[in-house]
């Protein structure tokens, strides 16, 4: 099964060319890069959802903290 994760938007990287807009995403405190091109709307600030790199959609921080406490409970993040 695959899984999206949320992500706090941290730092957005610019880039001429939409296809290459990078963002920075803290998820729970690790930072990792992920593909911006699909969300032209993210902003710094935002909770994303992340699948094999590429930011998918926004979603609001409720939601993030939601699917981390199941993440949690599941084991599957410490």
């Known amino acids: 099964m695959c ?3 949320p992500g706090k938007l941290v730092e957005i ?3 001429k060319d ?3 807009k990078i963002g ?3 998820f729970d405190g690790v930072i990792k890069e992920a593909n911006l091109s699909m ?3 993210a902003k710094v ?3 994303v959802l992340v699948h094999v790199g590429i930011a998918l959609s926004v979603i609001d ?3 993030a903290q939601e699917t981390f406490r ?3 409970e599941i084991g599957e993040i410490e």
């Open 39 to 41: 969300l032209p709307e």
């Open 18 to 20: 939409a296809a290459f």
């Open 45 to 47: 600030g935002d909770y």
């Open 24 to 26: 920075k995403v803290s």
């Open 3 to 5: 899984l999206a994760i």
């Open 13 to 15: 990287s610019e880039s």
């Open 61 to 63: 921080e409720q939601e």
């Open 70 to 72: 199941y993440l949690k």
